[in-house]
């Protein structure tokens, strides 16, 4: 018998062109848009500050510091001829983020130690404050060590080598080697370990459109009551409907591991990493499968109508992503936000999946994911349970 409804189950989902649609093809354009999106921004070494220079100094201090800031991998320099305010504006509404200005007496200001003229910094104003930091730290270090160098210039005379002892100081201090956790000493974090695990949560709960249409297009056709005419209880009937949407989900997570692993670097992204635990990756997508399913049972049981269940799903669905993190990276939201985002399910397995594809986790650190997303499943699905026996009894 279960074989039967297995079988007619997976029939009436390859019917449904669209649901298989949305469940493989939207998920897997997504990962290739945020891949090749969002590249450049886990990329330390991609320039993404884009500025001009005004030099009304000319000397040599204001030439060191244009020269230093040009040789910068984070920074983009335009060679643009700006004279008054309504170019100035051309340009920050422009490509610029940033034009700098060395007034006229800096390097004199400088060396006589007056705070009276400094450096001028005209922002657009769309840019991000992170942007602004680092470009006003970048200068701050930069006229700071080309001071110092003046200064030993001038103690050179009385402190023989003293020049070079500096020089030496300041190459062991930035002498810097990062090692991100869980990652080789050659490897860094990527755009597709954050947007594969990203878009394969948030697929894996768009079952809930297929489900829904089938479970209650059944309900008003009578196919269920002539289902359970025939003796089949309530728990074959529900594993006749969660045992093939798991294995959709599989396949999804599958799929889509093969995109971020073949496809993304095809098209100049980079690869994903698979991480070191095989088990971890499929206890999380067991877990956030039966999620998944036990919610959109509930969902099917308790709306009256195709249109009220996808509205309601869509819905559901949305919310949770955008507070579990999948729209919007968790390290971009406020603390407060990061503790509400802890309430969905998609944060749950997307911790699940990030713990395994970007900090190189094992079976042990999934486990908390792993059960809580089981439980939810399980609590959902006896929820459904429930419902949709009160409502058989009473004729509903």
Known sequence: MLKAMLKKEFTLILRDKHALAALFIMPAIF??????????????????????LIDRDQTDLSTAISTA????????FHDKTITDK???????????????TIPEGYS???????PDIGLRIDAASDVKQDMLTLFKGKLTQLSTQLSIQIMLQELEAMLPGISKKSEAIQKANS???VYFSGLAPDQHPTSTQQSVPSWIVFGMFFIIIPMSTIFINER???TLMRMQAMNISFPLLFTGKIVPYMLINQIQVWLMIGMGIFIVPLLGGDALSL????????????????????????IAVSANSVEQATTIGGILNILFGAIGGIMVPKFF?????????????MSWGLEGFLDIFLRGSGVREILPESLALTAFGGVTLLAAWGIFSLKTRNGL
């Open 175 to 177: 002498n810097i080697k």
């Open 31 to 52: 990962i290739l848009i945020m891949s090749l999106a969002l590249q450049d921004a886990f990329k330390s070494d991609h320039p993404f500050i884009h500025y001009a």
């Open 69 to 76: 800031l040009q040789s910068s991998e984070s920074f983009i």
């Open 108 to 114: 004199r200001a400088v060396r006589l130690e007056s």
């Open 220 to 222: 008003k056709q009578n």
């Open 86 to 100: 309504k170019q100035l504006q051309q340009a920050l509404n422009g490509a610029l983020q940033f034009v700098l």
């Open 275 to 298: 991480g070191t635990s095989i088990t971890g990756l499929f206890l999380v997508s067991l877990g956030l499968s039966l999620a998944a399913v036990g919610t959109s049972i509930l």
């Open 333 to 345: 939201m406020p603390q407060s936000m990061q503790t509400l985002s802890n309430i969905s399910p």
